[in-house]
């Protein structure tokens, strides 16, 4: 009978935490609209929008680029405020948390942030969509309204930008660092947080280059830190589906989900992404779900499913599935380069898949986290 008794005490510690019963998040993000390209086509988005809001979901996410700025400046005004005449009353009219980040497009002179210009913009936004608008003068916010129990920051990745080049980018960068670690120390230390940052805070996946100062990055790093609790980043920029990760200590992670784009720009299949997340009776993600969706296409659509997305060993796990499953790296590709007609040729050339196994991982703790994961590229692919 103590045997017994042992046994299912046991079983009981070392059960997981999702054992129990698990609450489902639902929510879209659409990312990378680039209106008025040549390259995007409105029905795709339109579509995108209808589509996405008959999921009946929690939160809408906008992960920047909502318009394109490769055009004269009066042109540029007149694409962001006919997006937002057009669309931005369907959004309210949802009835629930719109959370934001602006993208290098969304300002009148790529990644530039001069705050004059990103007022002029900001108060376009403002005007449009009213108390759904809560970015302040940096590009920064909290969401107003926490969605199951999650904390929903914006973040302008901008400043983080080795392309931006005003002359003032290094103190906004250290105003918005300082700005997150405040908020982050002011929430309950078991409150997950979800970060929505239009750049990565990573590298370009298998291109080498940073797409934030490394030097931010590891600041970026040093504040999640402080966090025991879960912390996802939601993001776009590459117009590819890419999955990073940060290695932090005690094995905990911070996933990087990066959604591709809806505009067609460079010449990517037009796609956007519904999410599914179990969260657990503290609202911990405990297993995140997402579908990305193809509106030419709906064959096209591919659904991912990672547990326990806040441990490190689970990114070192995925990383070597990657590394030894040439099916699942094949399809890991199909999204990564979003079905466009060279996907697989992409996929297949000498040091692309090496590179993209280098590249998971953040660079600023690629060594820690990378030493874990002995990895061997099969000649398969």
Not at 80 to 104: D, K
Not at 182 to 208: E, K, M, N, Y
Request: glycine content about 6%.
């Amino acid at each position: 009978m103590r045997f017994l008794s042992t046994v299912l005490f046991l079983v009981v510690l070392l059960a997981p935490a999702w054992a129990a019963p698990l609450r489902t998040l639902r929510f879209v993000q659409w990312s990378d609209l680039h209106w008025g390209h040549e390259q995007t086509r409105p029905a795709d988005w339109e579509k995108a929008c209808r589509e996405g809001l008959a999921l009946r979901p929690e939160a809408l996410v906008l992960t920047g680029d909502l318009v394109d700025n490769k055009c004269p400046p009066e042109e540029f005004a007149r694409r962001t405020e006919v997006f937002l005449a057009t669309h931005a009353a369907p959004l309210r009219a949802a009835g629930v948390p719109l959370v934001l980040s602006l993208g290098n497009n969304d300002l009148p002179l790529n990644y530039q942030t001069d705050p004059g210009q990103m007022a002029e913009v900001l108060t376009t936004w403002r005007r449009h969509l009213g108390p759904a608008f809560y970015l302040d003068e940096l590009g920064n916010g909290v969401c107003p309204r926490p969605v199951a129990g999650i904390t929903w920051i914006s973040l302008n990745s901008l400043v983080f930008s080795p392309l931006n080049q005003y002359e003032g980018r290094g103190l906004q960068a250290r105003r918005t660092m300082t700005w997150l670690d405040r908020q982050l120390a002011a929430l309950p230390a078991d409150r997950p947080v979800v970060i929505a940052s239009h750049i990565p805070p990573t590298w370009d996946q298998f291109g080498h280059a940073p797409a934030w100062e490394p030097a931010e990055i590891r600041r970026f790093e040093q504040v999640l830190e402080g966090r025991r609790a879960p912390v996802v980043v939601l993001s776009g920029h590459f117009h590819r589906n890419e999955l990073h990760a940060l290695s932090l200590t005690d094995g905990r992670a911070v996933p990087i989900l990066d959604a591709g784009a809806i505009s067609g720009k460079y010449g990517y299949r037009p796609n956007w992404r519904s999410h599914q997340w179990m969260l657990d009776s503290r609202s911990w993600p405990q297993r995140i779900r997402w579908r990305n969706r193809y509106p030419a296409n709906p064959a096209w659509d591919q659904a991912w499913q990672v547990d326990r997305p806040h441990l490190s060993r689970t990114w070192s796990l995925y990383v070597i599935r990657l590394a030894g499953d040439s099916r699942f790296f094949l399809d890991y590709m199909r999204d990564f380069w979003a079905n466009q007609d060279s996907w697989r040729a992409n996929a297949l050339q000498p040091g692309v898949r090496r590179g993209v196994l280098d590249e998971f991982f953040v660079r600023p703790r690629l060594g820690a986290g990378q030493a874990r994961v002995r990895i061997r590229v099969s000649a398969g692919a």
